[in-house]
């Protein structure tokens, strides 16, 4: 007995085998049956001598389907298309519809991290971390639903030698000025402006520079500048998050900084583990199987020749943390394709010093770039960095206009609740509904378009 699928594939499996005189690999039988139905009947009519399509011929009269069936068809080289009886398909639909899993297995529960988001303070979030974002959202919402506890975090890039230049800059201005700046999301107009100063005047890169000195020795008035400038930017990341409706609360920003007592350690780990070695003044590791164009193996630096930690030592002591600390056994890193490389040494190395192993392991969910009309990386009319909120904006205010246009009776107060679940549905849905590694072009048309795969279509 079973489901109907079950049946169904049980009778195949046991036609085939009378036909063919061998069993189907019961692995094969459940997960592809189709496949497997083809592909080994084209196996085994070679080894019988026999034409694949008369193998499947007889398959399909060795099997007593009728009950099951409205109509079998074999095609092409030797697949059978089976055509189920509506009733069939009814019970079975019926099945998942009563059953709160939707009829998917009940899982072992495991701790999984989800590091996505992940922007950086003091700079406005682009195009790739809405993908990061969205799909990580997703990832998170589904793996919580599977039945594992997901702990979410947001590795806020809130740490390391542009704060130099921010807090100097923030100190040109005035506390003030800076919060209002940076309360009303102007991130960009603040971070170009330190920008500028620290390309343009010596005497500025100069204090810049002795600034993170301060800063990283741990200088108190250094550092409460530094906690104005990531809790603005904080607060306002959390607006996109609530106008996006995701997840991620401030709970979950577990930002670079949060590691920085951890560096020393990891270095002496990795030095203790013998997995250390120098190159140019630098402290790195050569995870194994990674070689630069030169045929030469790769360095992942993890202490500068200045001292100073960088991105992958704050990512392996992340690493370290989630394993050991957090218990996790599933790291997912959604995170542009970009970065592959990075996150592949990166878990080698965790490999080789014994913190990842079995049965935890790590995955880069990597994902293709938004793209403009133009076919290039999607940028605002003046070349700059779009600022996200502005698209967001922009997708509610298209479909305000559309929702006027469509359906004028609609009381204001319903307007602004559709626009935005349109709007807004429309961004994250033409972002996963498309083939996560590859690029996409952002086009508010399409998008919002009534028709097609979109979201306006569905809602
Ligand atoms: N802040 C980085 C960026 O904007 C992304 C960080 C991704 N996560 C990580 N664990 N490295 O590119």
Known sequence: MGTPEQILSDRLAHAFEAVVGEPVDPLVQRSQF????????????????????????????????????????????????????????GSMA??????????????????????????????????????????????????????????????????????????????????????????????????????????????FKERSRRRVVLLQGGDEATLRLWRLLVAESKQYFMKVYDSLDV?????????????????????????????????????????????????????????????????????????????????????LYVVGMPQQQHFAMVFTTAREAGWLAPPARATHIGFGSVLGADGKVLRSRAGGTIKLVDLLDEAVDRATRAIAEKNPDLDTGSRAAVARAVGIGAIKYADLSTDRLRDYTFDFDRMLSFEGNTAPYLQ
Not at 38 to 54: F, H, Q, T, V, W
Not at 62 to 85: K, Q, Y
Not at 144 to 159: F, S, T, Y
Request: net charge negative; aromatic share 6%.
């Open 94 to 203: 019926g099945a998942v519809g009563a059953d709160d899993r939707l009829g998917v297995p009940p899982v072992e529960p495991e701790t999984v991290v989800v590091d996505y988001s992940a922007p950086n303070t003091a700079k406005e979030m682009h195009v790739g971390h809405l993908r990061s974002t969205i799909i990580g959202d997703a990832a998170v919402r589904i793996t919580e639903w599977l039945g594992h506890r997901v702990i979410k975090r947001n590795h806020l890039g809130d740490w390391g030698t542009p704060f130099g230049m921010l807090i100097e800059h923030l100190l040109d201005i005035g506390e003030a000025e800076a919060a209002a700046e940076l309360s009303v999301g102007d991130l960009n107009t603040f971070y170009t402006a330190a920008r500028r100063k620290f390309d343009g005047s010596d005497e």
């Open 247 to 331: 997840r991620l609360v401030q709970a979950d920003f577990v930002g670079e900084s949060a590691y920085n007592d951890e560096l020393a350690s990891v270095i002496t780990e990795l030095d203790r583990l013998g997995l250390l070695r120098s190159s140019e003044g630098a402290d790195c590791v050569f995870p194994a199987g990674f070689t630069g164009r030169d045929g030469e193996p790769l360095p992942l630096i993890v202490r500068k020749s200045d001292g100073g930690y960088g991105y992958a030592t704050t990512d392996l002591a992340a690493i370290r943390d989630r394993l050991t600390v957090l218990g996790a056994t599933r790291l």
């Open 34 to 89: 189709a496949d497997y139905q083809s592909n080994a009947a084209l196996g085994s009519a070679k080894r019988l001598g026999r034409k694949p399509r008369d193998v499947a011929a007889a398959v399909l009269a060795a099997a007593d389907l009728d009950d099951l069936v409205e109509h079998t068809e074999i095609s092409g080289p030797g697949f059978i298309n089976i055509t189920l009886r509506a009733q069939v398909l």
